[in-house]
């Protein structure tokens, strides 16, 4: 059997180091095509079987279409496609090296109509800015939209953005035999495609994330008490916003008796030897905002020996450990500090 058959199309993109090792997920060296939004994965995978030498990364944030789209792959063994959900600025900013793309392709985004919701438009200047540093020179955006407004608005920005050739042409057979392409032809909608071609030459950095050795955590000296008034907390850290939503707290029997049963499971992970006090647990339920990225976390205060409580985040959810996320730490550790009588011993965030 060819070893590429038996990689994941699901990339576990979470757990691995940034930038991705393409030629690892694929197993062999090929030209990168990102395809954001890729909705049941028809253009994706015709696309694919179109160019068997080059390889194609799926972006899409729903689940439901990820499940469409993965089961057309493996049922038409696209083996040259690998699938993620994730949110296209940050996927296309840390998964990807400095112009390891030749083609970033964008089939009817959401054209956010209303005024007020412009600013919500993926293909904006920033994000122009951001596919130059990411596709080699030569490399191309291409846009396939029915909403004329959106287009003119794309056109716009790429040409402020700098850097790119603006080339409306035919589009390949693919785009126009998508489930919203074939509803609007129907219609009679027109339909526009385009290529922002990037000439090369100079792009802004953008840094990809750097991952952690180990969990964000801090250290408390003294004895967790049995409760601590608590409020939701909102928090600028780094480029974003913290914010703790609500307390959660678990409590093992305050002593275990000789051949006592622990009555749950919880009470079972809280037993310690016969007459010492059980552990006790409270767990935080947070969310942080960042300009790419939004992630709900769970932050542990745990009684880890008798004068020692740690917090740390919880690994629930695989949370990608930005600066924001390690303010989700810090947030809990300072409410902690300010509404018991625990004392800091370290910070590891």
């Excluded at 392709?105 to 540093?133: C, G, M, Q, T, Y």
């Excluded at 955006?141 to 409306?168: I, K, N, P, S």
């Excluded at 750097?210 to 907390?233: C, D, N, Q, W, Y």
């Excluded at 707290?249 to 305050?254: A, T």
């Amino acid at each position: 059997m060819d070893e590429r058959a038996t990689l994941p199309v699901l990339l576990p993109w979470r757990r691995q180091p940034f930038p991705i090792d393409w030629e690892g997920a694929f197993g062999r060296r090929c030209p990168l095509t990102l395809e954001i939004g890729f909705g049941d994965g028809r253009y994706t995978v015709h696309a694919a079987k179109e160019r068997q030498d080059a390889c194609l990364i799926g972006l899409e944030i729903s689940s439901a279409s990820l499940q469409r789209a993965l089961r057309r792959v493996k049922r038409e063994g696209a083996d040259n496609v690998r699938l993620a959900k994730a949110g296209a600025r940050f996927a296309l900013r840390h998964l990807f090296a400095e112009h390891a793309l030749e083609r970033i392709v964008i089939n009817f985004p959401d054209p956010w109509p209303k005024e007020r919701h412009a600013e919500r438009r993926l293909l904006s200047r920033d994000f122009f800015r951001l596919a130059a540093s990411r596709l080699r020179p030569g490399g191309a955006v291409c846009l396939a939209t029915d909403h004329a407004e959106y287009f003119a608005f794309a056109v716009e920005e790429a040409q402020a953005a700098g850097g790119f050739e603006v080339r409306e042409t035919a589009a390949p057979d693919a785009v126009f035999e998508t489930k919203y392409a074939l509803k609007w032809r129907a219609q009679g909608i027109p339909l526009r495609y385009v290529e922002f071609v990037f000439a090369g030459g100079p792009t802004d950095p953008f840094p990809v994330l750097e991952r952690p050795s180990i969990m964000p955590h801090a250290l408390l000296t003294g004895r967790m008490p049995e409760a601590a008034a608590f409020a939701k907390v909102v928090l600028p850290y780094a480029e974003g916003h913290v914010i703790l939503h609500e307390i959660a707290r678990s409590f093992g029997p305050s002593t275990v008796e000789d051949g006592q049963a622990a009555r749950s499971p919880e009470a079972a992970a809280d037993a310690t030897p016969a007459g010492q006090s059980a552990p006790r647990r409270w767990w935080v339920r947070a969310s942080v905002d960042e300009p790419d990225i939004r992630q709900h976390l769970l932050v542990l205060v745990q009684q880890r020996s008798a004068e020692q409580v740690i917090v740390r985040l919880e690994p629930f959810g695989d949370p990608i450990i930005t600066p924001t996320v390690r303010g989700a730490v810090h947030a809990v550790t300072q409410w902690l500090l300010a509404a018991t009588g625990l004392r800091l011993e370290a910070r590891n965030y």
